[in-house]
């Protein structure tokens, strides 16, 4: 259960799984400002290789990636039993992606460039679908 006021939200854990070092860092300053707990992996290889040790959050990826791409991921987090929310990005607009990214279990699809707000409105709807029981709270 969430407590009154949404504090919850800051101390769920964002994953940015992003191989562009500049957009990584750009959305990573981007997300701290909103004082969002963020953690970046390079690959989709490095977020996959950690999930045992990193508890549920909310997972920000990018589609076209070296390695593994964000929609084989996507499948290999529900193969795995997670259903942690996730938000695809890409910067190449295309509907037959957006739709296998959701049939896949994509919960928002971002075209890049995208604004602040954008970001902050997507994060903020998929959030609570974390589940918070096995989200441990910050010593």
Not at 19 to 46: I, Q
Not at 62 to 85: F, K, V, Y
């Amino acid at each position: 259960m969430r407590p009154p006021g949404g504090s919850t939200i800051h101390t769920i854990p964002l994953y940015l799984v992003e191989d562009d070092p500049a957009v990584a860092l750009s959305l990573g300053a981007l997300l701290r400002v909103d004082n969002l707990l963020t953690h970046h992996f390079a690959s989709a290889d490095l977020f996959l290789a950690a999930l045992e040790s990193i508890p549920p959050g909310c997972v920000l990826m990018d589609i076209h990636m070296a390695g593994t791409d964000g929609i084989a991921a996507l499948q290999m987090l529900r193969e795995r039993g997670r259903p942690w929310p996730v938000i695809i990005m890409t910067g190449c607009p295309d509907e037959h992606t957006e739709q296998l990214a959701r049939s896949c279990g994509a919960v928002e699809f971002l075209y890049k460039p995208f604004g602040r707000e954008e970001l902050i409105r997507a994060i903020n709807e998929v959030l609570p679908l974390v589940p918070l029981e096995q989200v441990s709270s910050p010593a």
